[in-house]
Nanobody, 123 residues
Framework: EVQLVESGGGLVQPGGSLRLSCAAS????????IGWFRQAPGKEREGLSC????????YYADSVKGRFTISSDKAKNTVHLQMNSLKPEDTAVYYC????????????????WGKGTLVTVST
């Protein structure tokens, strides 16, 4: 059974940073993509970034380009999302997801999802 577990969320002040982690297990795929998404209350789920874990290629949504950095440790099946210069509008539940296609920032392009971790940016 494929499992994705996010960690690293919490409360941070505007301008601060957080590093989210996604630990993946229960699969034997060699070629896959991990993506980060977020969903704020009353809004649709938004794709932020994805990486091809096989070769390290990365892709970003314009909304986070230059502020967020995705990285992966294939040996540990772990993907991180470093988030800098956080803004109140970044407040959301952040999800990681696993899929077969690269690049994709569409939630419909992902096959497995974690339960999410809450990020709150506030004073």
């Amino acid at each position: 059974e494929v499992q994705l577990v996010e960690s690293g969320g919490g409360l941070v002040q505007p301008g601060g940073s957080l590093r989210l982690s996604c630990a993946a297990s229960g699969f034997t795929f060699d070629d896959y993509t991990i993506g980060w998404f977020r969903q704020a209350p009353g809004k649709e789920r938004e794709g932020l970034s994805c990486t091809s874990v096989t070769d390290g290629r990365t892709y970003y949504a314009d909304s986070v380009k230059g502020r967020f950095t995705i990285s992966s440790d294939k040996a540990k099946n772990t993907v991180h999302l470093q988030m800098n210069s956080l803004k109140p509008e970044d407040t959301a539940v952040y999800y990681c997801a696993l899929g077969s296609y690269y690049p994709t920032l569409s939630p419909n392009g992902m096959d497995y999802w974690g339960k999410g971790t809450l990020v709150t940016v506030s004073t």
